[in-house]
């Protein structure tokens, strides 16, 4: 959790509106079921035995752009996940930045 608020204040700190972090799928469902997000960062491992699968799956429901940030690898990914962009860990709080203004940008331009 101590990553998440982290990462929270990065990209609070870019001039984003944070809706988390939210440590479970069940809660990050909650926040969904409450506000629609216009970009979310989501981490594969939850716990054991625990993914942000069915999340990334509602998120790619509802056309929200999402990025992956794990320590898990591509071929978990494909395998396992929704596609989305995946950026290993450790990674450069400008790179998150960065990817999510992407994410954000590519979603403006298809509608």
């Known amino acids: 959790m ?5 990462l929270s ?12 972090p939210a440590g479970d799928p069940e809660a990050a469902l909650a ?3 409450s506000d629609t997000p216009h970009a979310a960062i989501l981490d594969i491992n939850l716990g054991p ?6 999340v990334a799956e509602a998120l790619a429901a509802r056309g929200v752009p999402f990025i ?10 494909s395998d396992n ?16 930045v960065s990817t ?3 994410a954000l940008l590519a979603t403006a331009s298809d509608a």
């Open 81 to 96: 996940m929704p596609a989305a962009p995946l950026m290993p860990k450790p990674v450069d709080p400008a790179a998150i």
């Open 2 to 6: 101590f990553i998440a608020l982290e």
């Open 68 to 77: 992956y940030l794990s320590g898990y690898n591509a071929s978990f990914v």
């Open 31 to 33: 926040i969904l079921a």
């Open 9 to 20: 204040m990065i990209v609070e700190d870019a001039g984003f509106e944070p809706v988390g």
């Open 100 to 102: 999510v203004r992407s």
């Open 49 to 54: 035995g625990v993914t942000s699968a069915p």
